[in-house]
Structures are given as structure tokens and as C-alpha cells.
């Protein structure tokens, strides 16, 4: 099924449930203008659009298989920062913020800064400070963060973060405000339904930390790299990151021992 013949599907299926456009967009969390594109097919639509709009449709679920494997015959999709900066990033956090919603396992591998769900309001402000974006930009952009945070508190959701030492010890703000920010991992660690790992520099490792990457549920994976975001639903991908991510498991300090660890370097930047 090409892209145009998806569009219509999901056409189809909208005025078959008696569903206006702007009723379903909304609940997909897209612009109507978007949701029409998609519809007529000027866009093709990515595996995400079409479970949001499935979900919005409230298709059956062999229906809702059927056109989300169709979505996988272009799985892989890679999208430049600069176009998601010009878009709004505050939008393509509301973006990631629908996706967590339909997640009920969220898996987190950060080698290169603090994973957003955990960052202080300070952190978000120094990832972005080379971003080019405008002081209004910036500020939709950090509340916007900071509203998906609030999903950490769904204990019907498990979320594993996977941290490497050295994000840790790399001071992207001043230090107190360094030392803020990994008291904010030490109180989320304290929560039932997350766990934070950290792997420690002299840990033995039996993968290479190429790219960061979070996994939801087993459906889709995004990688980070430096001028791009990429997007994979293809089972053999996903299985790969996964494969990557329990080797690092295997080599992080949790609990206790993670604490231990996070605390003796906060007390190093207090001192």
C-alpha cells in the first residue's frame, strides 16, 4: 500500500465512524491541516501519525494492525532538527508526549546529556542554548518538556533509564545547578515504577555507546544523532536496540549502588 492509498484509507475510515477532521485531529494530537494532508495524499503519514489516528478513530484492533504494518513499509524516517526547530519544538515535544501516553514500557539510553524526562528546568535550558531558538520558542519549548514529565507518576507505566558516568560529571550549567540536577535523578530513582541505571566508567562493557536511543514498549525506537532524529518501527531495528540496551543493563549500578554512585559525584561539585 502506497502512502496516497493509506491517506484515503484513513479517509475512509473517518467518515465511515462519522468523524469530523478537526475532531480527529485534535485527538491525535496533530493540526487539521496536517491530518489533510495526510488524507489526500500530500504527506505520507509516518507509523506514529497512523496509530494516533487510529487511536482517534477507535478502529478495531485487526483493522488498526492491517494499516500500521502498511505504515512499516517505510518504517525508517529520519527528520533534521532545523525542520522540527522550524516546526516548534515545543510541538514535537507534545509529539513524543502522545507517544509516552500509548506506552506502557519506556526504555531510555543516554550517553551524551540527561534523558528529558529527567531534566531540571536549568538542564533543558543549556541543551537548547545553541539551538537558535527565540526566547518565546525556548520557553514553550521548556514547559512543553516539563508537562511530559508529569507521565513518570502513571505507575500503570514502568520507565527504564540508562545513563552513562560521564553525562554525569560533563557540567553543562554551573555547578550547584549541576548538583540540583542529579538530585533530581536520585528522587525520581526513588520511584516505584522507575529505574535508573548508571554505567559506571571501569564497568566492563560489551557494547559500544554509539547513539542515545529510547525504546517504547517493543513497536518503535528514535535515535538522536547530532543534525537528525531518526524513527524506526521495523521489527529487526527495534530488536537490535534492544539487544544493546541489555548489554548495557548488564553493566549498570541500580538502586542503592546508583544512588551511592550519583551522590558522591554531586558532593564533588559541591565542594
Known sequence: MKGTDLGK?????????????????RSAAMSPSKLSKIENGRLAPSVID???????LGVPEDMKSHLTEAARAVATEATAWRILRRAGLHKHQEDIRAIEAQTQELRVFQHSCIPGLLQTPEYVRAVQQ??????????KMISARLRRQEVLFDQARRFHFLITEPVLRWELIPRLMMAAQLDRLVAA???????????????PK???????????????????????????????????YVLKFHAFERAAATGGE???LVESIRDDFLR
Open 9 to 25: 484509507a484513513l479517509r475512509e475510515l473517518r467518515l465511515a465512524a462519522g468523524k469530523e477532521a478537526k475532531a480527529v485531529s
Open 50 to 56: 497512523v496509530e494516533r489516528i487510529l487511536a482517534a
Open 130 to 139: 545553541h539551538s537558535e531558538l527565540t526566547d518565546e520558542a525556548l520557553e
Open 189 to 203: 530513582s526513588r520511584l516505584p515504577n522507575v529505574t535508573i541505571g548508571i554505567v559506571p566508567l571501569p564497568a
Open 206 to 240: 560489551s557494547q559500544l555507546p554509539t547513539c542515545s536511543f529510547v525504546i517504547f514498549d517493543s513497536r518503535l525506537v528514535i535515535v538522536e544523532i547530532p543534525h537528525a532524529e531518526i524513527t524506526t518501527s521495523e521489527p529487526k531495528d527495534i530488536e537490535q
Open 258 to 260: 546508583m544512588r551511592g
